[in-house]
């Protein structure tokens, strides 16, 4: 079984977070939390998830995605969501949080979107 990995990179002033694998309870939800905190306690508060390569996320991992989302707003910053593969679109939708999240499927466009 794959666990999350995380790539970290910049582009244009926002951070670009490239994950892979699997966002669920345990291990993958608790890196991304991780990874967020750093990044919010370095001052970096842009930061695009990149969902491209993310092959599952399950409840725990949807509700990680939330609670980054939230600690990031409370913090003055932005989150957004970039590449959702068709399965996490749907459990978005299903979950009513596709609203909740700025999504993109273009980087361009969503590194843009943060000036």
Do not use: P
């Amino acid at each position: 079984m794959a666990q999350l990995s995380i790539k970290e990179r910049q582009s244009g002033g926002v951070t670009v977070l490239d994950l892979s694998g699997k966002i669920t309870i345990g291990e993958g939800s608790v890196q991304l939390r991780e990874e967020v905190r750093k990044l919010l306690e370095e001052g970096r508060n842009k930061i695009l998830l990149n969902l491209g390569d993310v092959a599952y996320v399950d409840s725990s991992g949807i509700g990680e995605l939330v609670s980054s989302y939230t600690t990031t707003s409370s913090r003055g910053g932005q989150l957004k969501l970039l590449n959702l593969t068709k399965k996490i679109q749907d459990l978005l939708m299903i979950t009513k949080l596709l609203t909740v999240f700025e999504t993109f499927d273009n980087e361009e466009e969503g590194v843009n979107s943060f000036n």
